[in-house]
């Protein structure tokens, strides 16, 4: 029902058919992952409060939105991936909107099918990464080390996520940033609302932010206030 409300009748997807984004789309979005400083990650909401949850993200300013992939579901990939299409008809021209937790080729193909166009993945997988771009999409592995972190950059990643990041914090990042400044970061996990600033000023670079960013706020689940359109704080 929500689909066909979205105009979308059907998620029949042909992966004979799947070509590449168009070098200008995939530019576009490239540029976009490297001039917002917050990918909002939204993990285990369904289709229709996920609607709710991008107005929300919207009316605060932000721009770019992951939908996860279960790991250990390998049969909701399509669920999932008919969430992003649904997204990305509801949020056309205001919001992009991308995979995270990609781990299987198939889920690249389902994401392009569905008009996403991003990946991001919790690990550097080399053939996910050639894959990506091959279907014109923007990759964004996640890494840690320095060796991981350029096995990412040679494999073709557009980002290389810092994952997990909160071990040692914005003061890692510089001290990466300076043998490796051909690489552009991302940032995610443990990042509170208070610590913020310090990633921004500190160590500037895109977060990819989920609810540890709120529960400083005292909102553990702020879906309620969603729903009723209680979007400022």
Known sequence: KILAEAGINAMVI?????????????????????E???????????????????????????RLMEITYPADREDLDEYTAETISLL??????????GAGTVIRPH???LTRAAGGRFIISPDV???IIKYTKEL?????????????????????????????????????????KAPLSNIR????????????????????ICLLMNK?????LGLEEPYDLVQEGKWTL
């Open 185 to 204: 970061f991302l940032a995610v996990n443990g990042i509170t609302y208070y610590a913020v600033s310090d990633y921004i000023i500190k160590a500037p």
């Open 107 to 109: 889920q690249v193909e």
């Open 88 to 97: 990305a008809h509801h949020t056309e021209g205001r919001i992009t909107v």
């Open 136 to 176: 014109g999409l923007v990759s964004i592995p996640g890494a840690f080390t320095p060796s991981e972190i350029t096995l990412a950059n040679r494999s073709g990643a557009d980002f290389v996520k810092l994952f997990p990041v909160d071990l040692y914090g914005p003061k890692y990042i510089k001290t990466l």
């Open 125 to 127: 997988n080399p053939d």
């Open 212 to 216: 540890d960013m709120i529960k400083d």
């Open 14 to 34: 042909n992966m004979a058919t799947i070509k590449p984004l168009d070098e200008e789309l995939v530019i576009a979005a490239a540029r976009k992952c490297g």
């Open 36 to 62: 917002e400083k917050i990918i909002a990650i939204v993990r285990g909401v369904g289709p229709e409060q996920c609607m709710k949850v991008a107005d929300a993200l919207y009316a605060g300013g932000i």
